[in-house]
């Protein structure tokens, strides 16, 4: 077996690194918050997923939008009701934040029970190169790529995006020439936070069956780390950093599994995050810029 | 609000290198477990133990406590094994309690949510001990939480039953007060390699994939120890992360080896998504073992028609055969609740703390066990204070409900409790190991996946 479907498999996982990731480099870009409660809000979108199959029978990628209008409301209920009262005291927001993902998962537990729970969703799958792959988790892969560019294109030729951008580089500079900082931080918050439950739904065609809630917690430490890698607040970047990370987890378990190593995926995981590093000491600014 | 970029890039390199370094140490072999008992202090206070008793007498009430979490990760299971322990209680004290040399003594367990945090979970032990003076403990939930507990009950001389917990390294510190009720997590999947040898000779190959975790890695560990002891090839033996998101690389590679056997060393949510995947790879084989998650209800609703076949070790089902009658057969004494009456007392605890009525599991009975192996000692040593329980312990042999107890001295392990072997057959889950307990026949060898994905059943 040739190399080539790890590097497939680390492709479409990487996919949905890198959208569940886009909301919280959008957040950290542009507010400069930390949002621990990132995986919490992961496990909202994949238990919006679950109910809306198992309870009413709506398929994953309608149910995103769904996931997708909630964590709008609630990421600007988040900045409107957490990040904007504490304003300048950054310890503050990231202790509440932190209570906040520790309140969802406990909410969660008392909706959902703390059983693992999952559905099942199928509708075929295609072989490509020796590795079957399911067309629900390749047109997962491929609404990743189109909703990155989409947001990517947002970013750039629209107001708000440029006015995002703006606040990105120069805050203080935005605010000079008019632009209404605190609108661009609400929008921002309610939009990075949309993409985070929409990527949640996005991931439970991953892991179908693993829906649990307390199951946020390795999604935020790998998400603050792909975003950073990527450039905080770019979009772009962001994804492509997503991609790195799932092909280097595959790729590298199986050269390491070539090379004789008795525990490949550790030391793939080591290699990647070792990888991650040297970018940031090369590139404190991530791959990309926003 | 603005935090400063250098603070930023000081966090972000910092959890790179927290994650890095973990990821290391991860892909290092375990350390030796050391063999001697690292904590000198083992003398009881003087406070302990003489709340409700007189020396060398029957307590008024035997007071077990427990740091059982019912909350955090281990909420499902902790809850369970309460409920199972609490099942034991309400039956010995709506019997009039336990007979204690002719006297009646109720039972009392004390039990406070740990959160599945180690460091809550030390807290509320030693707490227990020394405010709530409690005479006896049971573990929580969880290797690591039992372990990190377990110095606790050993300083203060207090016997400590160990529920739901299976790593071996607990009982290889060499404590004295801290004692296996169930088989220890090496030793899981030798029943499916007995079955599966015994039903077909001409197997040879076994791939094992295991959780990055403890328990895991002595799952994995015991079971290649013992196919290699059989004679089988292990074409496979592959670590993957605790929280995996795609298995697929590792099960590429399952599928490149072509093994007879496939046997994944899983807990819950990765036990489902092995199968999910190797359904997804069509990687077939004669027989498809995983330990913990097809011992859970959700595994057949989440996987469907793709959890037909598959196996896993069980500590208890409610399909098990012991019976006081057996227990006569075997000349030994029954202890305790039967079955029936055990599974009615769950029921009703389910109900009123949790809302429903469920049926209990295997982490229910184990709960249920350990209460039960105390109380056993209690009788037997007309005494609370856990040197003469320890003392009447291991010279028992007794069956309760859950399977048979003998305490081996050395280990402090159960050395008469054999697990059993269950497989989802038609979306129920069957006892098929060994003959004299089960409550199914085992189908062998397992459907394909393109038979499942046709409908077929496993049975």
């Known amino acids: 077996m040739d190399i080539t479907p790890y590097f497939l498999t680390g492709i479409i996982i990487g996919s949905i690194y890198g959208l569940t990731t886009l909301g919280l480099s959008l957040i950290f870009g542009v507010l400069r918050v930390a949002n621990v409660a990132h995986g919490a809000f992961i496990m909202i979108g994949a238990y919006i997923a679950y109910t809306a199959f198992v309870a009413l029978a709506i398929p994953p990628f309608a149910s ?48 959902w029970g703390p059983d693992f729970v999952g559905y099942r969703w199928t509708i075929g799958s295609v072989e490509v190169a020796g590795l079957q792959i399911e067309l629900t988790k390749l047109i997962g892969a491929i609404l990743a790529l189109m909703i990155t560019i989409a947001l990517e294109l947002v970013l750039r030729w629209t107001y708000f995006g440029r006015a995002v951008r703006a606040v990105v580089q120069d805050p203080v500079g935005a605010m000079v020439v008019g632009v209404n900082v605190d609108r661009v931080f609400a929008f921002s918050s309610a939009l990075g936070i949309g993409i985070t439950t929409l990527g949640g739904v996005f991931l439970t065609l991953f892991i179908p069956v693993g829906i649990n809630p307390y199951m946020g917690g390795p999604y935020t430490l790998m998400g603050f780390v792909i975003a950073v890698m990527g450039g905080l607040g770019s979009v772009a970047g962001t994804y492509v950093a997503g991609l790195l990370f799932g092909v280097f987890e595959s790729v590298g378990f199986y050269l390491f599994s070539l090379a004789g190593f008795a525990e490949p995926s550790q030391m793939a995981l080591f290699l990647a995050f070792v990888m991650l590093l040297l970018i940031l000491l090369l590139r404190p600014t991530g791959l990309f810029r926003i | ?35 001697t008992t690292p904590i000198t202090t083992a003398q009881p206070t003087s406070s302990q133990q003489t709340s409700t008793m007189q020396t060398g007498e029957c307590p008024d009430e035997v007071v077990i406590g427990t740091a059982m979490p019912i909350s955090g990760r281990y909420a499902a299971e902790g809850q369970y094994s309460l409920w199972g322990a609490l099942a034991v209680v309400n039956w010995f004290n709506d019997n009039g309690g336990l007979d204690c040399g002719g006297k009646k003594v109720k039972v009392k367990l004390i039990y406070r949510d740990s959160e599945s945090k180690l460091e809550l979970a030390q807290s509320i032990t030693e ?48 404590f004295k007060y801290v004692i296996g009720v169930a088989a220890p997590a090496s030793q899981y999947m030798i029943p499916v390699l007995d079955m599966v040898v015994k039903t077909d000779p001409t197997v040879k190959k076994v791939a094992i ?41 590792q099960i590429l590679k399952v599928k490149q080896a072509a093994p007879d056997v496939i046997i994944v060393a899983s807990h819950f949510a990765d036990g489902q998504l092995a199968v999910q995947q190797l359904a997804e790879q069509k990687v077939d084989a004669k027989l498809i073992a995983l330990s913990v998650a097809p011992l859970v209800p959700d595994f057949y609703k989440a996987l469907g028609a793709k959890a037909e076949c598959v196996v896993g070790p069980s500590h208890w089902e409610p399909g098990v055969k012991y019976t006081p009658d057996l227990a006569k057969q075997r000349n030994v004494e029954w202890f305790g609740p039967t079955k029936e009456e055990f599974i009615e007392y769950f029921r009703k605890i389910a109900k009123q703390m949790g809302g429903h009525e469920v049926d209990p599991g295997y982490h229910a009975a184990w709960g249920a066990k350990g209460v039960l192996t105390i109380l056993y000692g209690v009788q037997k040593a007309m005494s609370a204070k856990s040197d003469k329980v320890l003392d009447a312990l291991q010279n028992a042999r007794f069956m309760t409900f859950f399977g048979e107890f003998k305490l081996d001295p050395t280990t402090n392990l159960n050395v008469a409790h054999s697990m059993v072997v269950i497989q989802w057959q038609g979306g129920n889950r069957y006892v098929v190991w060994p003959a004299v307990v089960a409550d199914g026949k085992l189908l062998y060898p397992s459907l394909t996946w393109d038979e499942k994905a046709a409908g077929k059943l496993c049975k």
């Open chain 2, 127 to 174: 707490s227990l001990i020394t405010q709530d003076k409690v005479h006896f403990l049971l573990s929580p939930y969880g290797s690591d939480l039992a372990l990190g507990v377990s110095p606790i009950a050993e300083k203060y001389g207090v016997l400590m039953a160990v529920v739901g917990a299976a790593s071996d390294r607990i009982f290889q510190q060499g």
């Open chain 2, 1 to 35: 609000m603005a935090v400063s970029k250098t603070l930023l890039a000081v966090i972000a390199v910092v959890a790179v290198l927290l994650i890095g370094v973990g990821a290391w140490l991860a892909s290092q072999p375990p350390a030796q477990a050391p063999t």
């Open chain 1, 64 to 111: 995103s939008l769904l996931a997708f209008a909630i964590g709008i409301a609630a990421g600007y209920l988040v900045y409107a009701g957490v990040i904007k009262r504490l304003g300048k005291a950054e310890l503050n927001i990231l202790v509440a934040l932190f209570a906040l993902g520790a309140l969802l998962a406990e909410v969660a537990r008392l909706i």
């Open chain 2, 209 to 249: 994939l295991y959780r990055d975790s403890e328990f895991n890695r002595q799952v994995a560990e015991g079971a290649k120890a013992y196919a290699e002891k059989l004679g089988l090839q292990v074409v496979v033996y592959e670590v993957y992360p605790s929280s995996p998101k795609d298995l697929t690389p």
